[in-house]
C-alpha cells in the first residue's frame, strides 16, 4: 500500500543582493527595458527595508537611465544626498561615477571631471567599479580632445580587467580604445580594437555595447571610404540599439545612415533619414546629436541648393552651442558657416571660417583637407588663383598624409572613396584654368595607388632595399611618351560628380573633352551591363544604350582613333565595369567596337609607363591549374574542363610546364610551386567574387581538410613575373570598383603579385564557349602575336562564327573577358 503526502512548500524570497545582481547582469546585457521595470519594483519593496538597499538600488536605476541617455531623468533621481551612514562607500563611488557620466552626456565636462575623480577616490579596493569609472574618465578624456589621457585611463582599465578576469569591463576597454583610435584618425588601428571587442562583447552577450560597437566601425568604414561596409553596419548597429532601447544611439546610428548617404551624392535619401529622425533626436534632448542632425542638414540643404534653409538649420545649431549646451560640433558648424557665406559670396566671412577649421586642434583630419579644399575654392571665386592652386594642393597632401597612416592594404584600398571629391574640385579648377595637363596629372595621382604601393614594395624586398610608400612626388609621367613605347591611342576618363573628362593621348598630342556628369553616365553604364548579356548582336535594337555610350564616351574622341588603332582605357568609377568593346558604332552601320580597335584596360598611366622598362620574362613556360575535384554543391564540376587543359598544354608541348589537376589542384600546392618562375600562368575552373570584402574574392580548388579557396590576399603575397596570367572562372575582374584603384578581385591580385597581363572576366562565363576562345588565344599566342591582338582574335572568331546560328555571337560568350595590363 502507497502512502500519498500532500502538502505545500515554502520557497524563501529572494535576497536582495541576487535580485539586485540579476538586474545588473540584464543591464550588462542590454535588457533595458526589463532591468529598468525589475529595479523600479526592487525600489519600492526594499526601500523601506533597508536605507543601503533602497539607495543600491536607486543608483542602479539612474545608471540604467543614464546610459539610455535619459540622463536628466539620472541626475534628479541621485539630487538627494546620501545618508551619512553609506558615505565613503562603493555606494557613494557609484552614485559619483553616474552622476559624472551623466555631467558627460550634459557636455558638463568640469563637473564631470570633479565627479568622476571622487569615485575614482572611493573604489580604489573595488576593483570592477574602479573598471567602470577608469572607463568612463577615458571617454570623457575623449570628449575634450585628451588623447594621451584617455589612452593612458583606458590602457589602466584594460590591464586591471584582465589582471583581475573582468571581461565585461575588458570588452568596454577594448571599445574605447577604438573609439580613442577613431578619434585620431587612425582609422585601421580603431577597427582591430573594435574588432577585439566585439567577439567578447558578443560571447558576453552584452547587446548595448555590441550595439555601440557596431556604430563605431560603421563610422571608422565610412572615413576610409568603405561606403557599402558602413552601410550594412550603421543598419545593424540602429537595429541593435532599437532593440536594447537604447534612443539616443539609434538615433547616432541614423545619422552615421545620413552621412553615408550624403558622401555617395545621394542627397534625398541622407535627408530623408534626417528628418525622419530629427523629432526623436529633440525629444531625446541630446544637444550633441541634435547639433550634428542640423549641420548635415545645413551641408545637404546646401548641396541641393537651399540656402535659406541651410542658414536656418544652422541658426539653430548655433544657439545652441552659443548656449553652452554643446561643444562637439563647432567644428563642423564652422565648416557649415564657411560654406554658407562662400555661396552668398561672403568671401571674407568665408575665408575667416575655412581658416579657422584649419587652424583648430578640435578638427579632425577630414574636416581640415574640406576647409584647406574649400578655401581654395573661395580663393578661386575670388580670382585669386595662386592662392586658390596652394591650398588645394594642401587639401591633397592631408589626404595623402592620413591614408599613408593607414596600415591595411584593403582599407588604403577604399581610403580615397572619401576624398575623391577634392581631387575632382582641383581637377575642375585647373580645367577653368586651361591648365589640361595639369588636371591629367592631378588625376593621375589618385590611380592604382595600392597597388603600385605594393609593386614598388616587392621590387625593393627583391633587390633588399627598404620599403617606402610611393607619394604624389613619385608620380612624373610622359603621357605622350607612354603612347609612343604602346603605339596606342591612351583614352583616361576622370568622371566627376558635376563634370567628367577624357583626355586623349596620342604619340604627338593630348587633347581633353568635356563629358557628362556622373548623374548622366552612370546609370547607363548600368542599364548597358544588362542588356549586353542578353543581346544577340549589334543590330539587336536593346543595343541603344551602348549606342549613346559611344556617343557620350568615344566618339568625341574618334578622330584620334582610326580604324585598327591600339587603344588602352584607363577607365574611373562605374565603367571599371564595362567592356568598352561592346559599345556600338552605329556608323556605317551598327557594329560593336572591337571589330576596329584592339583593346587593352590598364589601371594608372604610372604603371604603364613602367611596364615598358620591365625586364624580359623567362623562357616560354607554363603553370596550368584546374579541372579540379568537386568541392561541394555550390562548385559542381566543369564538363568542359578536361577538354580546356588539354588544348592549353598542347601549346606547350616542347616547354617547361607544370600541371596541377584533379586532386593536385589545391591551394598549398599552387602557393608552392613557385608561380614566379612561369611566363604564363592558366587557371581552369570556377572563381567567386567578393563585394564587401574583395580580398576574400577566390578562386575554387580542390579540397585539402577544409580549404579549397585560394584567395586574393594569399596570391599577392607570392610573387609573380608572367607575361599572362589567365583566370578561365567567373567574375575574376571582381565585382566592386574602388575610387582610383578600379575592380578589386583576382585581376587585381595577380597584377599586384607582379603579372604583366592579366585575362579576367567581368560576369560569368560559359562552359561551352570558354574552351573554344581559350584555344584560340593560345594558338594566336603561339604564332607571336601580344595579349591584346590573340584576345581580340579569339574573340573576334567566337563572333564572327560562319554558323549564323550559332549562339556564341552574342557577347554574354566573348565579351566576359578582359585584359588587364600591370607592371
Not at 535588457?31 to 543601503?52: F, G, H, N, T
Request: aromatic share 8%; proline share 3%; net charge negative.
Amino acid at each position: 500500500m502507497t502512502t500519498l503526502v500532500s502538502g505545500c512548500t515554502r520557497f524563501a524570497a529572494p535576497s536582495p543582493e541576487s535580485v539586485y545582481n540579476d538586474i545588473f547582469l540584464k543591464m550588462r546585457r542590454g535588457e533595458y527595458e526589463a532591468a529598468l521595470k525589475d529595479v523600479e519594483r526592487a525600489r519600492q519593496r526594499y526601500a523601506s527595508k533597508s536605507i543601503e538597499w533602497g539607495w543600491r538600488f536607486r543608483v542602479l536605476q539612474a545608471q540604467i537611465l543614464v546610459t539610455r541617455s535619459e540622463y536628466k531623468a539620472g541626475l534628479a533621481l541621485l539630487s538627494e544626498e546620501l545618508p551619512l551612514q553609506l558615505q565613503s562607500s562603493d555606494i557613494e563611488a557609484r552614485k559619483y561615477m553616474v552622476e559624472g557620466i551623466a555631467y558627460r552626456y550634459a557636455q558638463q565636462f568640469d563637473d564631470s571631471d570633479k565627479h568622476l575623480l571622487r569615485a575614482e577616490q572611493l573604489a580604489a579596493a573595488t576593483p570592477d567599479l574602479l573598471c567602470q569609472i577608469l572607463n568612463a574618465q577615458g571617454a570623457l578624456a575623449v570628449d575634450e580632445n585628451n588623447y594621451a589621457t584617455a589612452e593612458a585611463l583606458f590602457r589602466r582599465a584594460l590591464s586591471l580587467a584582465r589582471d583581475k578576469q573582468l571581461t565585461w569591463s575588458e570588452a568596454s576597454a577594448l571599445g574605447n580604445l577604438g573609439r580613442l583610435a577613431t578619434s585620431q584618425g587612425h582609422f585601421d588601428e580603431a577597427l582591430d580594437w573594435d574588432r577585439s571587442a566585439l567577439r567578447l562583447a558578443q560571447s558576453l552577450g552584452m547587446q548595448g555595447t555590441v550595439s555601440a560597437i557596431l556604430g563605431n566601425m560603421a563610422w571608422d568604414y565610412r572615413k576610409l571610404g568603405d561606403f557599402e561596409n558602413a552601410l550594412a553596419l550603421d543598419k545593424q548597429a540602429e537595429g541593435a540599439s532599437m532593440q536594447t532601447g537604447l534612443i539616443g544611439n539609434q538615433v547616432y546610428w541614423l545619422t552615421g545612415m545620413s552621412n553615408v548617404y550624403y558622401e555617395q551624392h545621394q542627397y534625398e535619401l541622407a535627408g530623408g533619414v534626417l528628418v525622419q529622425a530629427l523629432d526623436l533626436a529633440r525629444k531625446q534632448d541630446d544637444k550633441r546629436t541634435l547639433v550634428e542632425f542640423l549641420n548635415d542638414l545645413a551641408e545637404i540643404a546646401l548641396e541641393t541648393g537651399e540656402i535659406d534653409k541651410a542658414e536656418r538649420y544652422y541658426s539653430e545649431a548655433s544657439q545652441i552651442e552659443q548656449a553652452g549646451l554643446d561643444r562637439s560640433g563647432v567644428v563642423a558648424s564652422a565648416l557649415v558657416r564657411g560654406r554658407i557665406e562662400q555661396r552668398k559670396r561672403g568671401y571674407g566671412d568665408a575665408e575667416r571660417a575655412f581658416k579657422g577649421v584649419i587652424a583648430d586642434s578640435r578638427a579632425d583630419a577630414a574636416q581640415k583637407w574640406e576647409a584647406e579644399a574649400r578655401l581654395a575654392q573661395t580663393y578661386a571665386d575670388e580670382s585669386h588663383y595662386g592662392q586658390a592652386d596652394t591650398e588645394f594642393r594642401r587639401s591633397l597632401e592631408t589626404i595623402e598624409k592620413v591614408r599613408s597612416s593607414v596600415q591595411a592594404e584593403d582599407l588604403r584600398m577604399s581610403f580615397l572613396s572619401s576624398g575623391i571629391a577634392f581631387y575632382d574640385g582641383y581637377i575642375q579648377f585647373l580645367i577653368s584654368q586651361g591648365r589640361t595637363l595639369d588636371a591629367l596629372r592631378v588625376a593621375e595621382l589618385s590611380r592604382a595607388r595600392t597597388l603600385e604601393e605594393g609593386l614598388t614594395a616587392q621590387a625593393q624586398k627583391k633587390e633588399n632595399k627598404t620599403s617606402t610608400k610611393v607619394t604624389h612626388a613619385d608620380r612624373n609621367i610622359s603621357p605622350k611618351q607612354i603612347a609612343a613605347r604602346f603605339h596606342a591611342t591612351l583614352l583616361f576618363y576622370w568622371i566627376g560628380h558635376n563634370h567628367s573628362y577624357l583626355w586623349a593621348i596620342t604619340p604627338t598630342k593630348t587633347t581633353y573633352f568635356v563629358l557628362p556628369k556622373a548623374a548622366e553616365i552612370e546609370p547607363l553604364v548600368r542599364s548597358y551591363q544588362k542588356t549586353v548579356l542578353a543581346m544577340r548582336d549589334a543590330q539587336d535594337p536593346d543595343g541603344a544604350d551602348g549606342e549613346r555610350l559611344y556617343t557620350m564616351l568615344i566618339e568625341p574622341a574618334k578622330k584620334l582613333i582610326p580604324r585598327g588603332s591600339r587603344v588602352i582605357v584607363l577607365p574611373d568609377q562605374s565603367l571599371y565595369g564595362l567592356n568598352f568593346e561592346t559599345m556600338i558604332v552605329s556608323d556605317p552601320q551598327p557594329h560593336f567596337w572591337i571589330e576596329d580597335v584592339t583593346l587593352t584596360t590598364a589601371s594608372s598611366l604610372t604603371l604603364l609607363e613602367h611596364s615598358t622598362n620591365r625586364p624580359s620574362t623567362p623562357a616560354k613556360s607554363l603553370l596550368l591549374v584546374g579541372n579540379t575535384e568537386q568541392p561541394n554543391a555550390d562548385f559542381p564540376t566543369l564538363a568542359q574542363a578536361p577538354a580546356e587543359m588539354q588544348k592549353i598544354e598542347r601549346y606547350f608541348a616542347d616547354s617547361p610546364r607544370k600541371v596541377l589537376e584533379g586532386r593536385q589542384a589545391t591551394p598549398s600546392a599552387y602557393l608552392g610551386s613557385d608561380p614566379g618562375r612561369f611566363s604564363y600562368v592558366h587557371f581552369v575552373t570556377h572563381g567567386t567574387a567578393s563585394h564587401t570584402r574583395p580580398l576574400e574574392s577566390a578562386v575554387i580548388l580542390s579540397k585539402e581538410g577544409d580549404s579549397y579557396k585560394l584567395y586574393a590576399r594569399d596570391i599577392v603575397q607570392h610573387h609573380l613575373n608572367a607575361d599572362l596570367v589567365t583566370i578561365s572562372a567567373c567574375n575574376g575582374s571582381g565585382t566592386r570598383a574602388y575610387s582610383g584603384e578600379g575592380l578589386v578581385g583576382l585581376s587585381w591580385a595577380f597584377l599586384r603579385a607582379g603579372a604583366h597581363n592579366v585575362i579576367a572576366a567581368l560576369w560569368e562565363v560559359s562552359d561551352a564557349s570558354t574552351p573554344q576562345l581559350m584555344d584560340t588565344l593560345y594558338g594566336e599566342l603561339s604564332q607571336g602575336k601580344d595579349p591584346a591582338t590573340a584576345l581580340r582574335n579569339a574573340k573576334l572568331a567566337l563572333l564572327h562564327s560562319s554558323d549564323s546560328k550559332s549562339v556564341f555571337k552574342k557577347p554574354f560568350y566573348w565579351a566576359p573577358f578582359q585584359l588587364y595590363a600591370g607592371s
